[in-house]
């Protein structure tokens, strides 16, 4: 029985040598600037979505809690307060995890 291992290419072929890896990915950024600023502004859109869900499906189910458990809700008089502060918890916890590297 034989394995090969083939090492994967990306595809570059020019005639001045790389420095190491940040070398290439930064030619490709300077050959590349539109397609750069497209993924970029893609990226953030799809991290805006990412901590908007975050934030609108936690307070949701904090607000469901609040108010639909008998020990919650006869303890408050009004659901506004903690739904304020599920959100506000939510929305920090949502930008402490997609911290951009």
């Known amino acids: 029985c034989f394995f090969f291992f083939f090492q994967a290419e990306d595809g570059i072929r020019d005639f001045c040598l790389s420095r190491g890896l ?12 539109l397609r750069f600023s497209i993924v970029s ?7 805006f979505i990412g901590k908007c869900s975050i934030t609108f499906i936690s307070t949701l189910i904090g607000f469901a809690v609040v108010t639909n458990f008998e020990y919650y809700r006869s303890k408050l008089t009004s659901p506004i307060f903690p739904t304020i ?4 918890l939510s929305y920090i916890v949502s930008n402490l995890s997609l911290i951009h590297i």
Do not use: H, I
């Open 22 to 33: 940040g070398d290439v990915y930064k030619r490709q950024v300077w050959n590349n600037p």
């Open 85 to 88: 502060a599920f959100f506000l």
């Open 41 to 47: 502004g893609l990226g953030e859109v799809f991290n």
